[in-house]
């Protein structure tokens, strides 16, 4: 099954850039779309299709995919962007189509 | 809004079943699959499987087979999954969420969760 890879931790400062990898075989071949999730609360959707953004998500969080590698930019980096955030992709030759990645702790120093 | 809310905590023990609702309002629920993703503390997502709530045609992860069963409700707006045959390490918190897309899909929005603990 496809495997989709995340560094466990990220640290920024704020007002500084974080940027987090998802790296997959030839993943940029896929659509990606990323979570946030806060401690003790259900996952949100912050960008889908690699780089657009749903409405109400700001324009801080955006995504690029190419290659092997998926990156998700948080620019300007809040203290209430600390969170884990997941990738994940739609893989339509998988018996288990829905691939999440590991997860990548933020911590916003 | 468009919002996914679900059942209350439950405690079960070893070799119980448990059924979790999902009750779906803001939008026309028989046009958008239903998908369930668990958690474990600490841990990270897993995919469980997906319900179109049309036709109630369903797919279950592998790991799942022969003991997940995803239903629903169509006249409430209401999605359940049930899992049978309860391990300790079943304790997590079960989401749903609903799809969206087309050539690609994403989970958006999802249910508030609801803890499952698996105990004797």
């Known amino acids: 099954s496809y495997v989709l890879t995340q560094p466990p931790s990220v640290s920024v400062a704020p007002g500084q850039t974080a940027r987090i990898t998802c790296g997959g075989n030839?993943?940029?071949?896929?659509?990606v779309h990323w979570y946030q999730q806060k401690p003790g609360q259900a996952p949100v959707l912050v960008v889908y299709d690699d780089s657009d953004r749903p409405s109400g998500i700001p324009e801080r969080f955006s995504g690029s995919n190419s290659g092997n590698t998926a990156t998700l930019t948080i620019s300007r980096v809040e203290a209430g962007d600390e969170a884990d955030y997941y990738c994940?992709?739609?893989?339509?030759?998988?018996?288990?189509?829905?691939?999440f990645g590991t997860g990548t702790k933020v911590t916003v120093l | 809004q468009v919002q996914l809310v679900q059942s209350g905590a439950e405690v079960k023990k070893p070799g119980a079943s448990v059924k979790v609702s999902c009750k779906a309002s803001?939008?026309?629920?028989?046009?958008?699959?239903i998908n369930w993703v668990r958690q474990a503390t600490g841990q990270g997502l897993e995919w469980m499987g997906w319900m179109n709530p049309n036709s109630g045609n369903t797919g279950y992860a592998q790991k799942f087979q022969g003991r997940v069963t995803m239903t629903r409700n169509p006249s409430i707006s209401t999605a359940y999954m049930e899992l049978s045959s309860l391990r300790s390490d079943d304790t997590a918190v079960y989401y749903c969420a609903r799809v969206s897309g087309t050539a690609s899909f994403w989970f958006d929005p999802w249910g508030q969760g609801t803890l499952v603990t698996v105990s004797s």
């Open positions: 803001g939008y026309t629920f028989t046009s958008y699959e």
């Open positions: 994940q992709v739609w893989d339509s030759s998988s018996d288990d189509p829905y691939v």
């Open positions: 030839n993943i940029g071949s896929k659509s």
